[in-house]
């Protein structure tokens, strides 16, 4: 069974003169101890996507319709206290911004006790000071008890992400969810993060989403990867697959622009921008950047077709002759 199923979600964001139509039916699945790679410019919507999941979107954000299945039970049905229980014990989150995660006026003792404490209920302070020391240690910071009594603006960059990626640990006992884990970070400190989460999402039979811009990172670290494009999966592939051979012509372009230190040009990125969330294109949102577009393109939104046992891509230059898969995730 799959861990986690996202089918056919749309989201939208609402300020007080316009509506952002971002999530544009979603789908994706995580199995068991599998490692996902979720990968698209900025402003794709990955980060919305992820909140969704958990629920915490801002005040300005409503999950219009979908399913967010977790162990096979509908959260966007389930009853808050299960929801809660989903955030306590089932999934963790890394969050972008990892300074906001951090109180500045609290010790480090306190925040992750806070955590804790709804994580393990029923434990004593001792029993919970005791996890919290173990859950230091085991993102490799040296003298925990030091770290427990520091507050934030006391340990280092590298340091204080170690702390986020605790906290976040002790949540998530399926699932991590880790929104561009190290974007603040110093480089040299970057790729020891990494291998750490890495590390710990292994040894820990965990599942996890990567989101993140570095693309190197999600090949090396993930078995699969779904390419996301102005609110839509536009291309899923086991991860080998995704980057020898992309199919969607949006995922050829993000990888033909990553920009390489070895070569003298900087990656350009791609022309154009993404569209505007509150007059998306009709049809496949891509097109207007898209150089195979077609007229059908400007005016039907390709769905997403199962090009071989386990590629999926939503392109009408792959769409003939082929079944629609949205919403159908457990075709493989
Ligand atoms: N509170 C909000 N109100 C209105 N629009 C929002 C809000 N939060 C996000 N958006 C819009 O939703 C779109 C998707 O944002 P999101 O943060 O999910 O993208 P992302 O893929 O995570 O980007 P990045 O790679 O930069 O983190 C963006 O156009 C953003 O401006
Ligand atoms: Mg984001």
Known sequence: M??????????????????????????LRVSPREKVGLIGESGAGKTT???????????????????????????????KGYVMNVRRKGIGMIFQDPLSALNPVFKIKDQLLEVLRYSYDGYSKSELLSLAEELIRSVLLPDPA????????????????????????????????????????????QDQ??????????????????????????AKMTHRVYTMYAGNIVEEAPTPKLFNEPLHPYTKLLIENVPRISSRRLGE??????????????????????????????????????????RRVACHM???GLEKVDGDVNAN
């Not at 909140?51 to 959260?75: A, M, N, T």
């Open 269 to 310: 990125g791609i022309k154009g921008n993404p569209p505007d969330y509150r007059y998306p294109p009709p049809g496949c949102r891509f097109h207007p950047r898209c150089p195979y577009a077609v007229d059908i393109c400007k005016k039907v939104k390709p769905f997403c077709v199962k090009v071989s046992r386990d």
């Open 49 to 79: 996507l992820l909140k969704s999941i958990l629920q915490i979107l801002p005040p300005q954000g409503r999950i219009v319709r979908g399913e967010v299945l977790w162990k096979g039970v509908d959260l966007l049905k389930a009853d």
């Open 193 to 218: 993060i990494l291998r750490l989460i890495d590390r710990l999402v292994i040894e820990r039979g965990l599942s996890m989403i990567l989101v993140s811009h570095a693309l190197g990172v999600v």
């Open 2 to 27: 799959n861990l986690l199923e996202v089918r056919d979600l749309y989201v939208k964001y609402r300020s007080y003169w316009y509506t952002y139509h971002v999530l544009d039916g979603i789908t």
């Open 146 to 189: 030091r770290v427990l009594e520091s507050y934030p603006f006391q340990l280092s960059g590298g340091m204080r992400q170690r702390v986020v990626i605790a906290m976040a640990l002790a949540s998530a006992g399926d699932l991590l969810l880790a929104d561009e884990p190290t974007t603040n970070l110093d480089v040299t400190i």
């Open 318 to 320: 792959y769409s003939e």
